[in-house]
T-cell receptor
């Protein structure tokens, strides 16, 4: 079985400050990990993914995520938040051998001016 | 990047009628597409996997006779909500992977807001 946990319903950060959105996962094999962002009444946009290789993955809009196998985490980070980053962020995992993605419940990021 | 479109973007229908939602991959072929349902401020719930040329695979608890899926071509999948009821009101999102293999990301349509009155 595969599962994802996003422990925070909401993250608040001031513009210009660094942000972190947390994600932990559980798989029986090796994980493929993804981050997506959703703006109101829109579909999801792909941000970045970890498949193999370097633990630090860089993605769209200045976001990056660090894969930590020992902590089974894949936290999303950005050095300097923008108000326009305010959106709903989803972490997702696919175990090797699985065909479908499992999404976390989502974390609302609010960046204040 | 790959583009997935959905039509309509929103629809209001009366209880008891049927509604068809289209999902198209615009610049790539997709042998598989996924249909999700999302309630307000909640995560995406996978409803079914649409397979080109064969029957869809439904997740546990999803009524296949109520949510009819047809994957008629490599670029089009449709979801028909039959005999819709107010509890079917939701945001429906489709997605398609950019290739075979679990390492490929999925590209999502913009979603369809269904309201059943």
């Amino acid at each position: 079985a595969q599962s994802v946990a996003q422990p925070e319903d909401q993250v608040n950060v001031a513009e210009g400050n660094p942000l972190t959105v947390k994600c932990t996962y559980s798989v029986s094999g090796n994980p493929y990990l993804f981050w997506y962002v959703q703006y109101p009444n829109r579909g999801l946009q792909f941000l970045l993914k970890y498949i193999t290789g370097d633990n630090l993955v860089k993605g769209s809009y200045g976001f990056e995520a660090e894969f930590n196998k020992s902590q089974t985490s894949f936290h999303l980070k950005k050095p300097s938040a923008l108000v326009s980053d305010s959106a709903l962020y989803f972490c997702a995992v696919r175990d090797t051998g699985y065909s479908t993605l499992t999404f976390g419940k989502g974390t609302m990021l609010l960046v204040s001016p | 990047g790959a583009v997935v479109s959905q039509h309509p973007s929103w629809v209001i229908c009366k209880s008891g009628t049927s509604v068809k939602i289209e999902c198209r991959s615009l610049d790539f072929q997709a042998t598989t597409m996924f249909w999700y349902r999302q309630f307000p401020k909640q995560s995406l719930m996978l409803m079914a996997t649409s397979n080109e040329g064969s029957k869809a695979t439904y997740e546990q608890g999803v009524e296949k006779d109520k949510f009819l899926i047809n994957h008629a071509s490599l670029t089009l999948s449709t979801l028909t909500v039959t005999s819709a009821h107010p509890e079917d009101s939701s945001f429906y999102i489709c997605s398609a992977p950019t290739g075979l293999g679990g390492q490929n990301e999925q590209y999502f349509g913009p979603g369809t807001r269904l309201t059943v009155t």
